[in-house]
């Protein structure tokens, strides 16, 4: 059981958009900076989005991320196949003082 | 260009021990947090530890305190994880990752080294 939750698995066709949601509390997202990890099957993760909304150098405009709240989310826009991967939030947890994952989502283009 | 390339991996007895080594390059290793995060065979990414530019500060999972401890020696740019008592429940891949701070995220990873507890 992970700390924050996301939903294990999403699906869109090419080119459109889709959005997955990472949810925690207080004493993580909601008090400190929500990053988000791409791992393509068989590689290490990649950091895609770092500091709620901020994309790496080489990380493509059709990737964003927001947060409110205890809440964070990343979109993909103009969906690609090789988009297909597991995506991961993670941030900085206050009371168990370390970093907490979400459990992933598999991202399917289908 | 930036590489951390981990090392030490491999099979292991329950109650056993390992020691894993990150060497770094292509970056001012000091200027930089280092933390090992593992993900077991099919599962998510599972953060172990993390220890301070200096080395002065050391942070652990629940799961592995009293039996993994971090450090590095900056005058080497290598990164160890001392892992003691060795259960099922630790095998995995580990990976050794930087950033700019502790709570910070991780711009770059390793490739990962298996460790595999089994008897």
């Known amino acids: 059981q992970s700390v924050l939750s996301q939903p294990p698995s999403a699906s869109e066709t090419p080119g459109q958009r889709v959005s997955i949601s990472c949810s925690g509390s207080?004493?993580?997202?909601?008090?400190?900076?929500v990053h988000w990890y791409q791992q393509l099957p068989g590689t290490a993760p990649r950091v895609l989005i770092y500091r709620n909304n901020q994309r790496p150098s080489g990380v493509p405009d059709r990737f964003s991320g927001s947060k409110s709240g205890t809440s964070a989310s990343l979109a993909i826009s103009g969906l690609r196949s090789e988009d297909e991967a597991d995506y991961y939030c993670?941030?900085?947890?206050?009371?168990?003082?370390?970093?907490?994952f979400g459990g992933g989502t598999k991202l399917t283009v289908l | 260009e930036v590489q951390l390339l981990e090392s030490g991996g491999g099979l292991v007895q329950p109650g056993g021990s390992l020691r894993l080594s990150c060497a770094a390059s292509?970056?001012?290793?000091?200027?930089?947090?280092m933390t090992w995060v593992r993900q077991a065979p099919g599962k998510g990414l599972e953060w172990v530890s993390s220890?301070?530019?200096?080395?002065?500060?050391?942070y652990y999972t629940n799961s592995v305190k009293g039996r993994f401890t971090i450090s590095r020696d900056n005058s080497k740019n290598a990164l160890y994880l001392q892992m003691n008592g060795l259960k099922a429940a630790d095998t995995a891949v580990y990976y050794c990752?930087?950033?700019?701070?502790?709570?910070?995220?991780?711009?770059?990873w390793g490739q990962g080294t298996l460790v595999t507890v089994s008897s």
């Open positions: 993670a941030t900085w947890d206050d009371s168990l003082r370390g970093v907490v």
């Open positions: 990752a930087k950033g700019p701070a502790i709570a910070s995220w991780f711009d770059s």
């Open positions: 220890i301070s530019e200096s080395g002065r500060n050391s």
């Open positions: 207080n004493s993580n997202i909601g008090s400190n900076h």
């Open positions: 292509g970056f001012t290793f000091n200027n930089y947090a």
